[in-house]
């Protein structure tokens, strides 16, 4: 659940390991606090898309730099793995261009979570999060087609 929140909130291994670093950093300072009356998965998530977010907001403030020099390697696949790898490419790439809060409920969505699960995670009102969630997918479909 941890590894899923980060790739949704950075775009390399190196960031993606940090951020994993600070929700268990953050995970583990917090447990004390838990008082159970959520259940785990939920208060886990909580903890984790408030991290990633806080963290997501603090990177805006820095200027993005990237290597020229790294190049990505392609591993020929087989056809119908290839593809399907490449769709999968296609729709991290456009949920890489939602805002913060549409991140976590595609997220959240993609782990099977109910919208009354998501709504206790996310603190947004269950109409408020279908409304969304059907935005988000004109969204995608929009990104996806380009």
């Known amino acids: ?11 390399n291994h190196d960031d993606i390991q940090d951020l994993y670093q600070d929700i ?3 995970l583990w300072k917090s447990y004390p606090k838990f008082r159970g009356e959520a259940k785990f998965s939920t208060w886990l998530y909580r903890i984790a ?8 907001r603090k990177q805006k403030r820095n200027i993005q730099t990237s290597d020229v020099e790294l ?3 392609q591993i020929p696949y087989e ?3 290839g593809l399907k790898e490449e769709q999968h490419q296609q729709m991290y790439a456009a949920i890489q261009l939602l805002n913060d809060v ?4 595609v997220m959240l969505y993609l782990e099977d979570k109910s919208y009354d699960e998501m709504e206790e995670i996310l603190g947004i009102s269950n109409a408020t999060l279908r409304v969304k969630m059907n935005r988000i997918k004109d969204k995608l479909r929009t990104f996806t087609k380009k």
């Open 1 to 11: 659940m941890i590894y899923k929140v980060c790739r949704m909130y950075a775009n």
């Open 102 to 105: 549409e991140k976590s409920i």
């Open 49 to 56: 898309i408030n991290t990633a977010l806080t963290n997501f």
């Open 71 to 73: 190049q990505s390697i």
């Open 24 to 26: 268990i950093i953050q």
């Open 79 to 81: 056809e119908d793995v």
